[in-house]
């Protein structure tokens, strides 16, 4: 009952924040963000929101100083919008997925690239011995 009260918080907040960053805070450092994801607490106080930039390191950069100027306008936009009693307070964290998935492609590319290699030696492979080096039962000896 709690976790489910936790989940419908914290996918409500993920909205609000979605939606006012789509309108756009007045910071020009602010890039292409998305949130990701939002964890709450079990006492519904405290709110990690996980999110995503589009960009160079530099715009990243400038979107976490932008999001954390901001955090106490982002709350008090979350505070009018959500109904509870007490307005979780805001942590902002850079979601690590891209860069995850980005290190995931090259190693499946590097496996399909080793994988060809040992499909290209494989071709002209024979036996070292018989091709079928087992005994069988209906083989004389």
Do not use: C, W
């Amino acid at each position: 009952m709690a976790g489910e009260r936790q989940a419908r918080v914290a996918d409500r907040i993920r909205v609000i924040l979605s939606e006012r960053l789509q309108k756009g805070l007045r910071d020009p450092r602010l890039g292409f963000v998305t949130i990701t994801e939002v964890r709450v607490t079990g006492d519904l106080q405290n709110a990690s929101v996980f999110y995503t930039v589009y960009g160079t390191d530099e715009e990243r950069e400038g979107t976490a100083a932008a999001l954390k100027a901001a955090t106490g306008m982002l709350r008090s936009e979350v505070g009018r919008h959500l109904n509870t009693r007490l307005t979780p307070t805001l942590e902002f964290i850079p979601d690590a997925l891209p860069e995850e998935a980005t290190h995931l492609t090259a190693l499946l590319a590097e496996a399909q690239e080793r994988d060809e290699q040992v499909r290209g030696l494989a071709e002209g492979a024979r036996y070292a011995g018989d091709a079928d080096p087992y005994r069988h039962d209906d083989e004389e000896q």
